[in-house]
């Protein structure tokens, strides 16, 4: 791939896309130059390698949910399988979506977004010998989920999606 990917001054797109609301052709080239970057397989060994999934999450951690979707999937394809790392990375898709939904004002389809994103983080840490997977810990997923579901919404929780 040439050389190392400065993700952290990697730009973030202008403005967070919002389906029926702007466009978004003018962000495709942007996350599809780390989108490619998604290591093959997706692994917890080596996620601090992982370009896409860093961006991903940084995406999220900025409420660029639906440009965090669209690099997480990158990721989400190159995992094994019903692998820990797979399921952990549909949760975080299911959680940028849940998002994005609010942000649409389509509660249900968030609340419901929201159970699919509990699942597969549950999934993602049973029978873990660790508290930690692909740099996250449970507890910080459980709280941006419940965030997401509080009444008014609290974002707050996306932003410790910081891997450590």
């Known amino acids: 791939m040439g050389a190392p990917f400065d993700i952290d001054n990697y730009p973030l797109p202008e403005a967070a896309h919002i389906p029926g609301v702007n466009n978004r052709q003018s962000q495709m080239t942007l996350l599809k130059q780390v989108a490619i970057r998604a290591l093959r397989p ?10 896409a999934w860093l961006y991903g999450l940084r995406l999220l951690r900025n409420r660029y949910y639906w440009e965090a979707h669209e690099v997480l999937e990158s990721v989400w394809i190159n995992a094994t399988p019903n692998s820990r790392e797979r399921h952990l990375v549909q949760g975080a898709i299911h959680l940028s979506n849940a998002a994005l939904k609010v942000r649409m004002n389509r509660i249900d389809a968030s609340l419901r977004l929201c159970e699919l994103a509990e699942e597969c983080f549950r999934r993602s840490f049973s029978q873990l010998k660790t508290d930690c997977l692909m740099g996250l810990k449970p507890e910080i997923l459980t709280a941006a989920v ?3 579901r509080s009444v008014p919404p609290d974002f707050s929780g996306c932003n410790e999606l910081i891997p450590s």
């Open 42 to 51: 997706t692994s917890d060994q080596t996620w601090r390698e992982n370009a």
């Open 146 to 148: 419940g965030g997401i």
